[in-house]
């Protein structure tokens, strides 16, 4: 087998023996010259290498939903009112949202092994720090700093995989691996939670990252291998400030939103805020000497396309974790751990199509016509919802739509993210990767936001002029969620024109597909 060394400086273990075979040089001969920065690529360790990845990336993706079937019993323990719950879902997005894109060039200047470590560690740190909470402003202060270390871990991890994997078809088995991991995290957040907090403690919802964090941080050490690129870009400071600031404004703006009115000065104040900054950090790129996002990694069309796919797919699939999960525990009276356990089937559809459709169909078909079909397929799944009612019953009514959506999410999620990241420089892949992350997190935090307004309303004009009887309340509840399913089904429908507008046409090139600074 060829390991060659492959584009970058990192994801191969130090001390790889040479081959046998290779003559000892002579006592005359002149010295060897000095040997070239280890390259990566190839090599045994390669789907270990994965296995650590994807563990961080689980742990900092289930992390946003594990803490929400924690917080009634922590808001029992802690005694915060209902008004500042929000916070603790709040802190964690606005930090992380905020500073992805900081994270991935810090991991292009620093080097993504050290940023990976450094970020594992944190997190743990973080997570111990909030399990251990003794009020409510040690909980929120716990997660906001559990949201700096995972805005530098996501993009290191990321960047990594697609730096260890350089060749076209084991990087499509390791991104379809990756994106079921990532597509599912949420599911497998809701089922671990409800396990924690139904047969031990709410804390625990927090402890159980130091588990993760310290068999990711045990493989990173003795698999990764440090250093940087050689030609590392220097720091946007000016472009650094402006979209954080930017990312955090919108973020804020419609988290707001789900707590406050729309026309409440601080969420549409921070919204407005947040765009003009974002649009003056798009304005500084294109006259920045180092800028932290260069345009040609967002310009190009698969690369756009994928993007904006993560966006919208992020969005939407809050339409299934958020309030399908209100949907079996209020109407048919589930359990957390029964609920998690409901979402299972859709995860494990998602993990095969994801692995089947970077292996096998977008290298055949290109990603055009998949990624698009998954965004249809999921609109289906989204619109089949929308018929549940108050007698439904899960095999019949509930798991069919899950099986669709979770065929949907597979075909969506794993070539988006190749997509994302292939054909990036050495230097530009921490950046690249933070925006896949960013796209998605933003994506998440103005769905949960429009989605639980739009489901608020809806419950509320229902009520009107009528008995609050629990047979009413009830089917409040489920029109409020079918008002979800709907305007989800129209996110992913958006998508599904976006998609097949931007991607190009046909199978992608190898070079396309392998990732490297050879090919930009």
């Known amino acids: 087998m060829d390991r060659s060394p492959g584009p970058d400086s990192e994801g191969v273990p130090e001390g790889i023996p040479q081959p046998l075979s290779q003559p000892a040089p002579s006592a005359d001969a002149p010295p060897p010259p000095p040997a070239a920065p280890h390259t990566g690529g190839k090599h045994e360790h390669r789907w270990l290498i994965l296995a650590v990845i994807a563990t961080a990336q689980l742990m900092v993706v289930l992390d946003a939903t594990i803490v929400n079937i924690a917080l009634p019993s922590a808001q029992d323990d802690l005694g915060f009112t209902d008004g500042n719950r929000q916070w603790v879902v709040t802190a964690y997005a606005l930090a992380f949202g905020s500073l992805l894109l900081l994270g991935g060039r810090i991991a292009d200047l ?12 944190g997190f743990a740190v973080a997570s111990a720090l909030g399990g251990a909470a003794t009020s409510f402003g040690m909980l929120v202060f716990a997660r906001a700093l559990q949201g700096v270390f995972g805005a530098l871990l996501a993009p290191a991890a990321l960047s990594l995989l697609s730096t260890t994997f350089t060749d076209a078809r084991e990087r499509a088995k390791a991104f379809g691996i990756y994106g079921a991991v990532a597509g599912s995290g949420a599911a497998v957040g809701l089922l671990l939670g409800g396990v924690l907090t139904e047969y031990l403690d709410w804390r625990w919802c927090l402890y159980v990252n130091l588990a993760f964090a310290a068999a990711a941080m045990i493989g990173g050490w003795r698999l990764l291998h440090p250093g940087a690129p050689d030609d590392r870009p220097r720091l946007d400071v000016p472009g650094t400030l402006l979209v954080s600031a930017g990312l955090f404004c919108i973020v804020y703006g419609f988290s707001n939103a789900e707590t406050h009115a729309w026309g409440d000065p601080l969420t549409w104040g921070f919204l407005v805020v947040g765009a003009v900054l974002v649009t003056a950090f798009a304005w500084w790129q294109t006259r920045a000497a180092h800028p932290l996002l260069p345009l040609r990694v967002v ?5 756009g396309a994928s993007f904006l796919a993560m966006f919208i797919s992020g969005a939407g699939m809050f339409g ?5 999960t209100y949907y079996m525990q209020q109407i048919l009276g589930y359990t957390p751990v029964k609920t998690g356990l409901a979402f299972i089937p859709m ?10 459709t970077t292996n096998v169909l977008v290298p055949r078909f290109g990603a055009k016509p998949i990624v698009p079909l998954g965004m249809g397929l999921s609109a289906a799944g989204m619109v089949w919802l929308t018929t549940l009612d108050t007698t439904s019953g899960y095999a019949l009514h509930v798991l069919p739509p899950l099986l669709v959506f979770g065929l949907g999410l597979g075909l969506v999620f794993a070539p988006a993210m190749s ?15 933070a925006m896949v992350n960013t796209s998605q997190q933003v994506g998440g935090s103005i769905g949960t936001a429009l989605l639980n307004t739009l489901a608020t309303s809806a419950a509320t004009n229902y009520l009107v002029g009528k008995r609050p009887t629990p047979e009413a309340q009830a089917q409040a509840q489920v ?9 989800s089904a129209l996110f992913f429908a958006i998508g599904c024109a976006v998609t097949v507008v931007l991607y190009r046409r046909g199978r992608p090139a190898n070079s396309h597909l392998g990732g490297g600074a050879a090919h930009m």
Do not use: I, N, P
Not at 299 to 303: K, S
Not at 320 to 324: A, C, E, G, P, R
């Open 299 to 303: 310009l190009d069309r698969d690369r």
């Open 419 to 433: 997509m994302a990241t292939a054909g990036v420089a050495a230097h530009d892949s921490g950046v690249a990767s």
């Open 479 to 487: 029109q409020s969620y079918e008002t979800a399913y709907w305007w």
């Open 110 to 121: 620093v080097g993504r092994k050290a940023v990976f470590l450094a970020g594992l560690a």
């Open 347 to 356: 995860v494990a559809v998602m993990v095969v199509v994801s692995v089947l």
């Open 320 to 324: 299934v974790f958020l309030f399908l």
